[in-house]
């Protein structure tokens, strides 16, 4: 079974430019998440979806970040403009939430680097 | 607002010998904590959980312990392997889930010196 797959793995970008990540999660999996990663650090939870409703953007910066999940199933993460201090890995996961809950499956994430 | 604290940053121990890793956490209400294992290039991986209706969970060389009169919880690697060099994360949960809002530590590199 294939786990949770983000693209790209790696992006390089200049300060001020739109970038965006992408998120498969495992099929069947009805919770995701998108978490950011600084390096030394935990992960710290941007956003949550249960189906297509995020149930939990508290820590989302939504004057330049975007997600969305359509259909319930793949996600996107946005950031525009990216700024220098955005650079971090940016980790996505799923998991399984109802009668038999499921641990939170994590992908290898996208580096982001702003230049 | 919620704080996971984790210690040491970096362990180093010999192959062999046990290696232990400490986490206290600020939230009362929090119940499920998971700790994760993650290598190079690749993202978390759950190695163990415990909630908070029990002290202590063992799963062959891993166990933890949980003590929520001080809110805190313990890593315990024995028997230490090569393999098991990684920066290693608690986290705690409110709810039993994994798919509950999950609050990181801050990790620890452990090497294991062969």
């Known amino acids: 079974e294939a786990g949770v797959v983000q693209s790209p793995r790696y992006k390089i970008i200049e300060k001020k430019q739109p970038v965006a990540f992408w998120c498969n999660p495992i099929?069947?999996?009805?919770?995701l998440y998108w978490y950011r990663q600084n390096l030394g650090q935990g992960p710290e939870l941007l956003i949550r979806?249960?189906?297509?409703?995020?149930?939990?953007d508290s820590q989302l910066p939504k004057d330049r970040f975007s997600a969305e999940r359509l259909k319930g199933v793949d996600s996107t993460l946005k950031i525009q403009p990216a700024e220098l201090g955005d650079s971090a890995v940016y980790l996505c996961?799923?998991?399984?939430?109802?009668?038999?809950?499921?641990?939170?499956?994590f992908g290898q994430g996208t580096r982001l680097t702003v230049v | 607002g919620e704080n996971v604290e984790q210690h040491p940053s970096t362990l180093s121990v010999q192959e062999g010998d046990s290696a232990v890793i400490k986490c206290t956490y600020s939230?009362?209400?929090?119940?499920?904590f998971p700790w994760y294992k993650q290598e190079l290039g690749k993202g978390p991986q759950l190695i163990i959980d415990?909630?908070?209706?029990?002290g202590e969970k063992k799963d062959q060389r891993i166990a933890v312990t949980l003590n929520k009169t001080a809110k805190h919880f313990s890593l315990h690697i024995t028997e230490t392997q090569p393999e098991d060099s990684a920066v290693y994360f608690c986290?705690?949960?409110?709810?039993?889930?994994?798919?509950?809002?999950?609050?990181f530590g801050s990790g620890t590199r452990l090497s294991i010196r062969p």
């Open positions: 996961a799923s998991s399984f939430q109802g009668a038999m809950d499921t641990e939170a499956f």
């Open positions: 099929s069947g999996h009805n919770t």
């Open positions: 979806y249960e189906n297509e409703e995020a149930v939990d």
């Open positions: 939230d009362s209400a929090s119940n499920y």
């Open positions: 415990i909630r908070s209706n029990v």
């Open positions: 986290a705690a949960s409110r709810g039993y889930s994994s798919a509950s809002k999950i609050i």
